[in-house]
């Protein structure tokens, strides 16, 4: 089992930043790829950002250059640095943690990020 926790969302004005944190346990977190997601209102979960166990990332083209995901394995802990927020990034962002062949089957609780125009 793994848990999830997710802090930092908040409320922000379009072109700010903030910085989601996503803490670990129960498993040895640097065997875990970690993503995150996201989810407006209304809208289906979508992809936004991904780093793999050896610290590969990957990222939604529409947050492409504006978001960046990180780890750091002795903290137990994943990062999505998230620069020039638009109004569309408002959702609830997720993080999930998977092994090394299985798909996200560990979520977290989420964590509100609402960026005002």
């Known amino acids: 089992q793994v848990q999830l926790v997710e802090s930092g969302g908040g409320l922000v004005q379009a072109g700010g930043s903030l910085r989601l944190s996503c803490a670990a346990s129960g498993r040895t977190f640097s065997t875990l790829r970690l993503g995150w997601f996201r989810q407006a209102p209304g809208k289906e979960r979508e992809f936004v950002a991904a780093i793999t166990q050896s610290g590969s990332t990957f990222s939604a083209d529409s947050v492409k250059g504006r978001f960046a995901v990180s780890r750091d394995n002795a903290k137990n802990s994943a990062f999505l640095q998230m620069n020039s927020l638009k109004p569309a990034d408002t959702a609830v962002y997720y993080c999930?943690?998977?092994?090394?062949?299985?798909?996200?089957?560990?979520w977290g609780q989420g964590t509100q990020v609402t960026v005002s125009s």
């Open positions: 999930a943690a998977a092994g090394v062949t299985t798909p996200y089957n560990y």
